[in-house]
Each structure stands twice: as C-alpha cells, then as structure tokens.
C-alpha cells in the first residue's frame, strides 16, 4: 500500500476569502477556498508559509488576482485522484485564461462523450482551485452551475479573467 507523501500547508488570504494551500515533495497538492465542499483533512499536516511552492502559489494568487497574470506555472501534485479524475483535471488545465467549456465537450475531450455526470463529479473534486481552472467549465447553454467554492466565487473568477461582464 503506496502512503501518502507527507503534506505542508498554508493560509492564504485572497479577495475572495480565506484559503488553504497544501504541497508535497511533488508540487503544489491542494488551493481550497476555507469552507468549501471537499475540503480534506488535514490532520496530520505541518503548517509552512516558508516552503517555497506555498511561497511561489501564494505569489502568483496575489498577481492573478491583481489582474498582472493570467496563468499559473507551479509543479503539481495531482495523484490524489484517481487516473480517470487526474485525465480530466489534465484536460481542465488546457482551458485558455478567458475561455470555457462545457461538462459535455469536456466528457468528449477526454474519450468518454456519455460521462458528463462523470466528468462533472471529477470537476467537483479537483483539489487545486484555480490553478487547474475549474471554474471555465459551464453548464448547458452556458449556464453558471457547480463549483465547489460557491457560485459566487465561480462568477467573480469569470468575471476577472473577462468571461463574465462585471
């Protein structure tokens, strides 16, 4: 049985609220808005504002949403999810800063066209909000549904990155 690589974590306080952000060995592991559907137990985890991929994540927050930077470039720790949640937050990470696209073209993108619900339930899981953008993906007709950090969150994120008219 492979174990769990050891995590640290920080507090990150951003226009939208407080967050928690987690790293391993591997990378940048987790960026959760306090309060939000999903969020681990982080029993067991050092807290570090120090380490340097919180250190170089909370950097490039601070610049996104300051509006000076429209993409990430962190290492990612992603193997907390299964293979076929790691394919789609994969195919969420090709999602252009002010693009989206729908559960239905993101099912065909990622080989499975009849996975929507699917699909929808990988999104809801991705352990690294913004960064792997699953706020760009939209409902039917383009329609504002689904985001584990509350809708709210989801439009002031499109609306930022110039989706959304504010």
């Given at each position: 049985?492979?174990?769990?690589?050891?995590?640290?974590?920080?507090?990150?306080?951003?226009?939208?609220?407080?967050?928690?952000?987690?790293?391993?060995?591997?990378?940048?592991?987790?960026?959760?808005?306090?309060?939000?559907?999903?969020?681990?137990?982080?029993?067991?985890?050092?807290?570090?504002?120090?380490?340097?991929?919180?250190?170089a994540a909370m950097a490039q927050l601070r610049a996104?949403?300051?509006?000076?930077?429209?993409?990430?470039?962190?290492?990612?720790?992603?193997?907390?999810?299964?293979?076929?949640?790691?394919?789609?937050?994969?195919?969420?990470?090709?999602?252009?800063?002010?693009?989206?696209?729908?559960?239905?073209?993101?099912?065909?993108?990622?080989?499975?066209?009849?996975?929507?619900?699917?699909?929808?339930?990988?999104?809801?899981?991705?352990?690294?909000?913004?960064?792997?953008?699953?706020?760009?993906?939209?409902?039917?007709?383009?329609?504002?549904?689904?985001?584990?950090?509350?809708?709210?969150?989801?439009?002031?994120?499109?609306?930022?990155?110039?989706?959304?008219?504010?």
């Amino acid at each position: 049985m492979e174990t769990k690589p050891d995590r640290v974590c920080a507090r990150y306080e951003s226009p939208l609220g407080g967050m928690l952000l987690a790293a391993t060995d591997r990378g940048l592991a987790g960026v959760w808005f306090l309060g939000q559907r999903h969020m681990p137990d982080t029993r067991g985890w050092r807290e570090d504002a120090a380490h340097p991929v919180l250190r170089a994540a909370m950097a490039q927050l601070r610049a996104y949403f300051a509006g000076e930077r429209t993409g990430f470039d962190l290492p990612l720790d992603l193997q907390g999810g299964t293979p076929f949640q790691q394919g789609v937050w994969q195919a969420l990470r090709a999602i252009p800063p002010g693009g989206t696209t729908s559960y239905g073209q993101l099912a065909r993108q990622v080989g499975k066209p009849q996975a929507a619900r699917a699909i929808g339930a990988a999104v809801g899981r991705n352990p690294v909000s913004i960064i792997v953008p699953c706020h760009r993906v939209l409902g039917t007709g383009g329609s504002l549904t689904g985001y584990a950090g509350g809708l709210e969150r989801k439009t002031a994120l499109l609306q930022l990155e110039g989706v959304l008219a504010h």
